[in-house]
């Protein structure tokens, strides 16, 4: 099956000469068919640029957008099956939520009773039907952004654009709005591509992640292998909490490398493809897959207790490490249980296996 979207070898300059800026810097990406994708990334990155591009607001410098496997490069935008929700959801005030719904579908020439029975539809779908007549200037900003998806899905593209379209919203009507717009991604079956620079957002919601950085695609994956196999720094620092080490490699076998931590302590890694000879590496142990040591024989690293950070859920335990480098153990809070670790005190810490995660910067 072809990919809902690609980009191939994307680049998109703004400007000439010593002023230009190089937004995309040779992007490749496939996007599936009824996939939720997510572009993520820090503001300037390029995510909205790339969103832009495949809208057709924007044509790239080099390279090409295949939609369902054709070019559509030379597509104007309202030629293109693709659709988009702007952050700042871009209604008109003065008109109903119903006469939001329908404008693009009027403006297309559609017959009065199909816009009709698309507008209900829709209504249904993001369960607006008792605001059906209300202006827009009269709603709150979460029934505002549940008409701009309707008016965006009201042509039924292929593909929905979303730019960073929750951003405007109180944290709980986002993480409310987050599983909403899960929900009309899986009963539409249309594919998503949603801009954020909020890792959790990406995390919860997304079949698959793209990070970015500096114009360029780091590492594309479903939320747990970014998460748990971040393949570069940046990726491992970007998402969630991280713990960075300098390690050597004894041998490599089979996509596994033997290593040496420094602590002394060795243990197996994954290896990740197109390492080359590299002797000394850095690696990643996210602060959930350590755990304080009970016994001696267990500790693969030993240090100094700093401080005991108390989060409700979790405690986050920071250790400076004999080598001199800090630590996080992060431990889930059970009931009745207090591991009465002071500060001061000599720490020994396990690490679960597999959890050292080798990057390739
Ligand atoms: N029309 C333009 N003219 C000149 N430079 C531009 C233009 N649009 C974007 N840029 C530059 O391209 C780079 C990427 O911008 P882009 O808006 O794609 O980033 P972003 O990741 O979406 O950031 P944000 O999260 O802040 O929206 C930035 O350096 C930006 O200043």
Redesign the pocket.
Known sequence: MNAAVEARGVT?V??EGPDA????DDVSVEIRQNEFFT?L????????????LIAGF?HPSRGSILLNGQDISGLPPFKRPVNTVFQNYALFPHMTVAGNIGFGLEMLGKPKDEVARTVDEMLRLVRMEQLKNRQTSQISGGQQQRVALARALAPRPEVLLL??PLSALDLKLRKEMQIELKRLQHETGITFVF?T?DQEEALTMSDRVAV?SS?RILQVGSPREIYDHPSERFVANFIGDTNLMEAEIISISEGTARLRLPSGTETDADMPEGMGEARRVTVVVRPEHARLATGDGEAALTGTLENVVYFGTDTHYHVRLAEGDLFTVRAQNMRGRDEGHEPGSPIGIHLAERSVQVLKD
């Open positions: 998109k703004f400007g800026v190089i937004a995309l572009l990334g820090p503001s300037g990155c390029g995510k909205t640029t790339l969103l832009r924007e730019d960073e801009v620079h970015m114009g």
